[in-house]
């Protein structure tokens, strides 16, 4: 498979089935993510692996929308870079998630990425708190995002070349 393949096929998948993720197949996903580049070379991310049920559910409950897939999956992967140390952490952490969702689709597995940062609970409480609070992360840390990984309960059809938006590409102007 080309890597154009790779990018055309990988899609958000919210739905798993409850096969497990092996130990194997954990090492080769936080494999790519530890490759991923950050600025200056911090490597100031950390990743949590998450796969007991009950984590997985508080997870799926730190934000208002959007998280309730996590319940679901077998696996999610907590995304932190420390910001006292990068101050791209945001931009770090974005490659490392794209890295591990791009890994997973090479693998036959699904994933999907769950924004954590800036976002909260109906009653505004910040998801990056919960988080932070119910792993033990430390306060310097950003929470940027959370990727569900499992195998695929839905099959989505690849990226449709035909509509890719051109007109978002300039050329040296607007």
Known sequence: MTF?????RRRSIRTFTEQSITEEQRKQLMTAALMAPTGKN????????????????LLSESK???????????LAIIVTVDKETSETWVEDASVACTM????AEDMGLGSCWVEMAGRSREDGTLAEDIIREAFGIPAQYGVLAVVAVGYKAQERK?????????????????
């Open 4 to 8: 154009k393949d790779l990018a055309q």
């Open 100 to 103: 591990l969702m791009l890994q």
């Open 42 to 57: 911090c490597r100031a991310w950390e990743f949590i692996l998450v796969d007991d049920k009950e984590k997985l559910q």
């Open 158 to 174: 690849p990226q449709n070349e035909d509509k890719l938006l051109w007109e978002k590409v300039h050329v040296n102007k607007w």
């Open 64 to 74: 208002a929308n959007g998280a309730q897939l996590i319940a679901g999956a077998p």
